[in-house]
């Protein structure tokens, strides 16, 4: 059975960083596609970022592109989520999540098998 554990999240003024990590156990970063979302209170599930380690193809949604950076380390089997300049509306709780396969990019969170219990990124003025 396929764990995610995120963590690193935590307070942040406006035009700050932070990293989540997303520590991967019972299958393998090679085997899984592995997304970010975020969801902030009374909105839907947002993706945010994913990557397929086949071929290192990384897809961001157009509200992060620039910011955030999608990495991974396959010997610590964690993936990490870099975000900079850090904006007030990226406040939200953060969740790393695994496809159940390696092939493609899915931006649809219901299409995620495994799910981590969130993280949440508050970032204030």
């Known amino acids: 059975q396929v764990q995610l554990q995120a963590s690193g999240g935590g307070l942040v003024q406006a035009g700050g960083s932070l990293r989540l990590s997303c520590a991967l156990s019972?299958?393998?970063?090679?085997?899984?596609?592995i997304g970010w979302f975020r969801q902030a209170p009374g909105q839907d599930r947002e993706f945010v970022a994913a990557?397929?380690?086949?071929?290192?193809?990384?897809t961001y949604a157009d509200s992060v592109r620039g910011r955030f950076a999608v990495s991974g380390d396959n010997a610590k089997n964690t993936v990490y989520l870099q975000m900079d300049s850090l904006k007030i509306e990226d406040t939200a709780v953060y969740y790393c999540?695994?496809?159940?396969?390696?092939?493609?990019?899915?931006?649809?969170?219901?299409?995620?098998?495994?799910w981590g219990q969130g993280t949440q990124v508050t970032v204030s003025s």
């Open positions: 990557i397929v380690w086949s071929g290192m193809k990384i």
């Open positions: 019972g299958g393998t970063l090679s085997d899984n596609v």
């Open positions: 999540a695994a496809a159940g396969h390696p092939y493609y990019i899915d931006t649809s969170a219901p299409t995620y098998m495994y």
